[in-house]
């Protein structure tokens, strides 16, 4: 007689991953070796993130900008750091910034203080308090120019292989 299959249950929080088993029986289904290759996959080909492995990385993201919002506009610098809406947004902008003859030059770029951090999976929020003196130039000649610190949350995401950022939003 066979035994009811148990279900799995994947729990990542803050770097802790575990598997538990629920009591609900999957009826009809074989377990077999590739699926629990799977499983064993799924929990190791996520890198756990840390929150200062989270800082870090947008301190590159700051530290880099002047590289990717001015010529020669980097655009696999971009795709290193960023996915998902962030990049898709950030290469309109280089096209936009491109197309008008401007580009961003930028002063302190600095992370004040991280205020919050989660991490789950394959996915992490933190949000921190950025301090950025920009200033934007088109046909060589200051348009605008700001000096402010902002609460900032950045979404991050794990792919392929590489933590990265995936939005960012200005909180006030």
């Known amino acids: ?5 148990l279900t799995l249950t994947l729990i990542f929080s803050f ?3 575990q598997i538990v088993a ?3 029986p999957i009826k009809n289904q074989s377990w077999d070796l590739q699926d629990r290759l799977i499983v064993n996959q799924i ?3 996520t890198e756990t993130i840390t929150i200062g492995k989270a800082a870090d990385l947008i301190t590159e993201w700051l530290n880099t900008k002047s590289r990717i919002f001015a010529p020669p506009f980097d655009r696999a610098l971009l795709g290193n750091l960023t996915t998902g809406v962030l990049y898709a947004d950030s290469l309109k902008g280089i096209d936009f910034l491109r197309e008008n003859n401007s580009y961003y030059q930028y002063g302190v770029q600095k992370v004040e203080s991280i205020e919050r951090f989660a991490a789950s999976g394959n996915k992490a929020t933190i949000e921190v308090k950025v301090t950025e003196d920009t200033t934007l130039y088109k046909n060589g000649k200051i348009i605008e120019s700001s000096f402010n610190t902002k609460l900032v949350r950045y979404n991050l995401e794990y792919w392929d292989g590489i933590w990265k950022i995936a939005n960012s939003q200005v909180m006030n």
Do not use: F, V
Request: glycine fraction near 8%; aromatic fraction near 0%; charge should be positive.
């Open 15 to 17: 770097g802790i991953s």
């Open 43 to 45: 929990t190791q080909n």
């Open 22 to 24: 629920a009591k609900t």
């Open 1 to 5: 007689m066979k035994k009811p299959l």
